[in-house]
């Protein structure tokens, strides 16, 4: 759209008046920040002073002076760092102070109000908005509506009224480089502009074209939970990263950065998306993996396989009979059947009559069995096992004390009369002794009666018949079953842990009430949702149920075949239906057309999602010799691309293993790197990289290595090519030797 001449002017009129108030406020915050700075120098030298006379007669009022000080000095530490906020705040504005407009006519008013919307507000001495920080009430606007009706809810009620312009902006060093009036929604042209562009760093906030259904998501605050189904590339993970940042600004009062943790599939992705929060002005979250965190509630018992480790293991290990019983184990021990079973076997030992004996000592019965039963079937009935079982040994300990301190005192009488010792120390040490030793019995009984031991009863339910059977699994056989059992039983013994008996252990852990809450949590946010067991919603369910969660995923990128979501359905059952709101995006953002169509194709169902209209090279397939021909390819490509402009280009293979051996064979012919660690750093530039450790992550070019039969043989590889291929936003390749994967 064109502007005349005059419209252009007032808009530079504008931002000059803006950047004008930022400088002014930036000038006074800096030198306020001088004075803070000059008055912090002073109290310390002031307090050093105070402390070099100090004496033993007025020692108490010099640690009140003291204690004066560090108040002061603590107090002027907050407001410097408050300072230095506003300082970075004021220079982000100075860079680029907005990005879209919008004229608002508020219904029974005769006001027209000029709203621009920026990464922060700006507010004038006299109270005006010069901007509009982009999470405000008012500014959810910009977002959801067009030219036309529109209203927002703020803490007085609804507004209404009708928007009558709609205008976007790009500044660059505060400058203005165009803007134009987008009538429709925020409009496709500046976000295809955004989509065309390469990946030159870590993830990208999208604050200018965040689209109507993803605010949705990110305001989304009517619901405790929420569960977000979204298509490959439909912006989920920058949903839930600008999700938190208005999280962050609307309840900027009560909870800080610290209050926010996301779940995430590995330290490369925690890398990759950590510079989202800082562009939008915010302090990263804190950020785990459900592995880290599992380990960490587990406890240092045990050798524990990392996630990654048992990856591997899927995808690069030979498939031997021991591949068979390991796979096995983790499809089991993942399936919603065995959760079912997990809870019914908590349920059993925990009502289970644990031949509660009758506790006598002396020829005094101190509680009888009929008691122990009453407090654990009725009085203590509504607490964990654990908890029960702790409560009730407090109880019967603390009804021997009276009869054992007589005891003590009793022998001791006797000893004295019988004896010559005389000192009272040794008198009491033997006589506690030798009452002790009565009691061994009793206290080795009670021990019996109250004790809960996780391992064993983990260890317990793979010996029972009744638990685990054909008739619960039925697409297990007899032998399957029996193997698994064995197979597990054996790696307890020897004191590991593999990955897929972690969580049922932790569940285990956790049903009978040995782990407490997280209550300092008040947000949590689990991206990559589908690769999670019910298991391990259960528990996240557990140490989160007083937070506010946020789950997204994509169903059709399941990578491990064996342990995964399978269907959020699942979910509901944990978390509480009414406090729950499933939502789905279904507009891919990442890729060109041809790319998501072809991905699209490798999945061989009818998806109805939209895609931005971008378009681009066809992806090839292309069949080689032999491997060193691949490899001459891809140093070829990679030139090329670079050359082009590109700059991340991502060879993606099936596991660690083949990502070494690729690595080898190209390192000294190009430049490339190579991601083998969960814990690695990040990289935009060329990587070889296995699927497992690519989700999540994008690249300009994807080349996929080896799509032959011997590396994609089955259904369970479907899903994980597709997870490949959407990871590419303008090129996609994929090459093989030998005979194409029959997947696409
Ligand atoms: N509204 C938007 N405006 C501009 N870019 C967007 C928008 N939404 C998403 N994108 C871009 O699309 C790409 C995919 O986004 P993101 O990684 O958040 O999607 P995802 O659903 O988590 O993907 P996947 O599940 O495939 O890993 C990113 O480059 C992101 O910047």
Same mark, same amino acid.
């Given at each position: ?168 902006? =790009? ?24 989509? %065309? ?40 993970? %920058? ?180 004896? %010559? ?49 054909? %008739? ?13 059992? =064995? ?57 989160? *149920? ?57 999945? =061989? ?9 971008? *378009? ?129």
């Amino acid at each position: 759209m064109n502007f005349n001449d005059q419209e252009w002017i007032s808009e530079i009129e504008w931002l000059e008046e803006v950047l004008g108030e930022t400088r002014k406020q930036l000038d006074e915050n800096n030198s306020m920040k001088d004075r803070l700075e000059t008055d912090t120098r002073e109290t310390q030298k002031e307090m050093w002073q105070d402390l070099g006379s100090v004496s033993i007669s007025n020692g108490l009022e010099q640690i009140a002076d003291f204690m004066s000080y560090i108040n002061t000095m603590k107090n002027q530490k907050r407001s410097n760092e408050f300072a230095i906020k506003l300082e970075e705040k004021f220079e982000r504005i100075l860079l680029s102070p907005y990005f879209g407009r919008f004229d608002f006519d508020e219904k029974n008013t005769k006001v027209t109000e000029k709203c621009y919307i920026g990464i922060s507000n700006l507010i004038r001495e006299n109270c005006e908005f010069m901007i509009y920080d982009w999470r405000a009430p008012i500014s959810s606007m910009f977002y959801d509506y067009e030219i036309g009706e529109a209203q927002y809810d703020c803490p007085d009620g609804i507004i209404k009224g009708e928007i009558i312009l709609k205008r976007q902006y =790009k500044i660059s060093d505060g400058n203005m480089e165009y803007m134009f009036d987008s009538n429709l929604k925020i409009d496709d042209e500046i976000l295809q502009n955004m989509l %065309s562009k390469n990946t030159d760093q870590k993830m990208k906030a999208i604050v200018t074209t965040i689209q109507r259904e993803q605010n949705q998501v990110i305001r989304n605050e009517a619901y405790n939970h929420l569960i977000v189904q979204g298509a490959a590339g439909s912006g989920k993970t %920058s949903v839930a990263l600008h999700r938190i940042a208005y999280l962050l600004y609307k309840h900027r009062e009560t909870i800080t950065a610290k209050n926010i943790l996301i779940f995430s599939p590995n330290g490369i992705f925690n890398d990759y998306i950590s510079n989202v929060l800082p562009q939008l002005g915010e302090d990263n979250m804190s950020q785990t993996t459900f592995s880290d965190y599992m380990h960490a509630a587990l406890g240092p018992a045990f050798r524990k396989e990392k996630y990654s480790d048992m990856m591997e293991y899927i995808f690069g290990a030979d498939k031997n009979d021991y591949y068979q019983i390991r796979v096995g184990s983790i499809k089991l021990k993942s399936s919603p059947e065995f959760y079912e079973i997990l809870k019914q076997y908590v349920e059993a030992i925990s009502s289970k009559d644990r031949n509660f004996k009758d506790i006598v000592f002396n020829n005094q019965v101190i509680i009888s069995s009929e008691e122990i039963k009453v407090l654990f079937f009725e009085e203590y009935a509504n607490l964990p096992l654990k908890r029960r079982l702790q409560k009730i040994k407090e109880r019967m300990l603390f009804l021997i004390e009276p009869y054992k301190k007589r005891r003590i005192k009793d022998e001791a009488k006797r000893l004295v009369k019988s004896s %010559s010792i005389i000192d009272k120390t040794e008198l009491t040490i033997k006589s506690k002794a030798l009452v002790n030793a009565e009691l061994k019995s009793i206290l080795d009984e009670i021990e019996r009666m109250t004790n809960c031991n996780f391992v064993e009863l983990y260890r317990n339910l793979y010996r029972s018949k009744e638990y685990l059977n054909k %008739s619960s699994f039925e697409s297990f056989s007899v032998e399957q079953i029996k193997q698994i059992k =064995k197979y597990t039983i054996e790696n307890l013994n020897a004191g590991i842990l593999y990955y897929e008996d972690q969580a049922p252990l932790l569940l285990l852990k956790v049903m009978l009430g040995e782990l407490p809450k997280t209550t300092d949590i008040k947000f949590v946010i689990i991206d990559e949702a589908q690769d999670y067991t019910a298991i391990q919603y259960d528990i996240l369910y557990h140490f989160f *149920s007083h937070a506010n969660i946020t789950i997204l995923g994509d169903l059709n990128q399941s990578i491990n075949p064996y342990m995964n979501v399978g269907d959020y359905a699942l979910i509901e059952k944990i978390f509480p239906r009414q406090e729950t709101l499933r939502i789905t995006l279904n507009k891919s953002y990442r890729s060109t057309i041809e790319i998501i169509k072809f991905s699209r194709d490798i999945l =061989k169902k009818s998806i109805e999602d939209e895609c931005v209209e971008r *378009s681009g090279e066809l992806p090839q397939v292309v069949s080689f010799n032999d491997s060193e021909e691949i490899f001459e390819r891809i140093i070829k490509d990679v030139k090329h691309y670079k050359e082009n402009g590109y700059k991340s280009v991502g060879i993606i293979t099936k596991s660690v293993k083949q990502t070494e051996y690729v690595y080898a064979q190209l390192k000294d012919r190009v430049h490339v790197n190579a991601i083998i660690h969960e814990d690695d750093e990040y990289i935009c530039d060329t990587v070889i990289i296995p699927i497992y450790l690519a989700k999540g992550l994008e690249f300009d070019v994807v080349i996929i290595y080896d799509v032959n039969t011997d590396n994609y043989c089955g259904e369970e590889d479907r899903l994980q090519l597709y997870t490949a291929c959407t990871r590419a936003l303008h090129v996609l390749n994929l090459y093989y030797q030998g005979e194409k994967t029959y997947l696409f």
